[in-house]
Nanobody, 118 residues
Framework: QVQLVESGGGLVQPGGSLRLSCQLAGDIFSSYEMWWHRQAPGKQRELVAGIDAIGRATHYADSVKGRFTISRDNVNAMLYLQMNSLNSEDTAVYFC???????????WGKGTLVTVSS
């Protein structure tokens, strides 16, 4: 069974940086497109960034373009989200997601909380 475990969340001041990590266990990491989503208090979950299975193509929400960078390490089955120039609107629970279109698999982690506050 596939498990996704996020880490790296915490409290950061406006303008600061954090790097989130997500480890996949239980299957071949390179079989999956990987995504970061987030859900702010009282709001719907939204897509933040995505990366294809081999790390060649990336996608970002307009709200994070130029500030966030998604990357992956297929050797160690790790997904990352480098977040810079954070502001209060980035406060949310961040979720890691793994999708294998061909197999119809779709897995979510439990999330890690990012709080941007002075």
């Amino acid at each position: 069974q596939v498990q996704l475990v996020e880490s790296g969340g915490g409290l950061v001041q406006p303008g600061g940086s954090l790097r989130l990590s997500c480890q996949l266990a239980g299957d071949i990491f390179s079989s999956y497109e990987m995504w970061w989503h987030r859900q702010a208090p009282g709001k719907q979950r939204e897509l933040v960034a995505g990366i294809d299975a081999i790390g060649r193509a990336t996608h970002y929400a307009d709200s994070v373009k130029g500030r966030f960078t998604i990357s992956r390490d297929n050797v160690n089955a790790m997904l990352y989200l480098q977040m810079n120039s954070l502001n209060s609107e980035d406060t949310a629970v961040y979720f890691c997601r793994a999708r294998n279109w061909r197999a119809g698999d779709d897995y979510w982690g439990k999330g890690t909380l990012v709080t941007v506050s002075s």
